[in-house]
């Protein structure tokens, strides 16, 4: 073992050993940025980027475990990245395929995709769906696979099906406007039944959401990392973890 990589295991042991499991956030959304930037960095193609991407979320999913996190969204692929170009977009949809088919597969985790399913391919719909199936039962971590997701699509849907339940039911626009708050469109969100996230991760130095879970995270508080998503480390995690505790909500106020 080289002497940096003992002294990394050090730290990070000494950064989890001060962690308060009492302070952990319940529910972690994270923005899985930077695959490309690291694999030009790294003299490596797009794809390998992303396929190391892929390869880091089950390392990330099993700290959260160690650390009774609750509900991980990991922000895999934007309505925008739907514009890519074939020759990218069609392997990384591959991978994201072949992660998703990993997650269930593995047992731990309880998969439920979140985004919009029409934009999607009909292979990625099925695995997605498959997914979801698969793993219903688990009690482990709930895993949200944001695929095809965009925040403003997302309060959009939410809204459409607002008015749409309403419709089924009788109501006119006028009882629905009399009666809509916050709680009736949260109901219809992809996460609905879901905490809202504690907190909000984002590699790779850029300190912007993107649109990622725009309702959802009105309080959340957020963490970026400088870091891109494929050499994200564990004591990058424990960090943001250590940060989110030392901060006071004060949600909005």
Not at 243 to 251: F, I, P, Q, T, V
Request: glycine share 8%; hydrophobic share 40%.
């Amino acid at each position: 073992m080289k002497l940096r990589d003992l002294v990394y295991r050090l730290y990070a042991r000494r950064v989890e050993g001060r962690l308060d499991h009492a302070q952990v956030p319940k529910h972690i959304g994270v923005i899985l940025d930077g695959n490309r930037r690291w694999a030009r960095a790294d003299g490596r193609t797009t794809e390998q980027g992303h396929q190391a991407g892929a390869d880091k979320i089950q390392e990330l999913l099993g700290w959260c475990a160690e650390t009774d996190v609750e509900v991980v969204t990991l922000w895999m692929l934007s309505t925008d990245n739907l514009d890519r170009p074939a020759e990218e977009l069609n392997p990384l949809l591959g991978i994201i395929e072949n992660t998703v088919r990993g997650l269930a597969e593995d047992g731990r985790w309880r998969v439920h995709h979140v985004g919009t399913l029409d934009l999607l391919p009909a292979r990625t719909q099925r695995v997605l769906k498959e997914a979801e199936q698969a793993t219903d039962d688990i009690a482990g971590i709930l895993v949200n696979v944001a695929v095809g997701y965009g925040g403003r699509q997302e309060i959009a849907d939410a809204v459409r099906s607002l008015v749409l339940e309403a419709a089924e039911n009788g109501s006119s626009f006028e009882e629905l406007a009399e009666t809509v708050d916050v709680e009736h469109i949260s109901k219809h969100l992809y996460t609905r039944g879901q905490p809202d996230p504690d907190l909000v991760i984002r590699t790779s130095g850029e300190q912007r959401l993107s649109g990622f879970m725009l309702w959802q995270s009105a309080h959340s508080e957020y963490y970026f990392c400088e870091v891109f998503w494929p050499a994200f480390r564990k004591v990058d995690f424990l960090r943001a973890l250590r940060d989110y505790a030392a901060r006071h909500r004060r949600y909005g106020f």
